[in-house]
């Protein structure tokens, strides 16, 4: 069955980075498109970034955009989240998500399978 497991969370302090990835298996991973999501605690889930196929196309929530950088590795079946210059508003639980489609999409709604999750805290 599909499984995708994130790591890369932890703690860090205000300016700093952090890499998220998220290991898929069960099905063809350049089969699917891809996104990143946050959910901080009182709210509700959140689009981050997204990444079609290939990795030719990505799309950013304007708060991220510039910091963050998506990116895939279809011959290792992983996804990335690369995040610079994090400040305390990105603290959150973030999940990756596979959809059933090559075409990438902002809407959490149209997500098929989804990770654990993997818990930013950023410090200031």
């Known amino acids: 069955q599909v499984r995708l497991v994130e790591s890369g969370g932890g703690l860090v302090q205000v300016g700093g980075s952090l890499t998220l990835s998220c290991l898929a298996s069960?099905?063809?991973?350049?089969?699917?498109?891809m996104g990143w999501f946050r959910q901080a605690p009182g709210k509700e889930r959140q689009f981050v970034a997204s990444i079609n196929w290939n990795g030719g196309i990505q799309l950013y929530e304007s708060s991220v955009k510039g910091r963050f950088t998506i990116s895939r590795d279809n011959a290792n079946n992983t996804l990335f989240l690369q995040m610079n210059n994090l400040n305390p508003e990105d603290t959150a639980v973030y999940y990756c998500?596979?959809?059933?489609?090559?075409?990438?999409?902002?809407?959490?709604?149209?997500?098929?399978?989804w990770g654990q999750g993997t818990q930013v805290t950023v410090s200031s």
């Open positions: 998500a596979a959809r059933t489609s090559i075409a990438q999409n902002m809407n959490p709604s149209r997500y098929d399978y």
């Open positions: 069960g099905y063809t991973f350049s089969d699917y498109a």
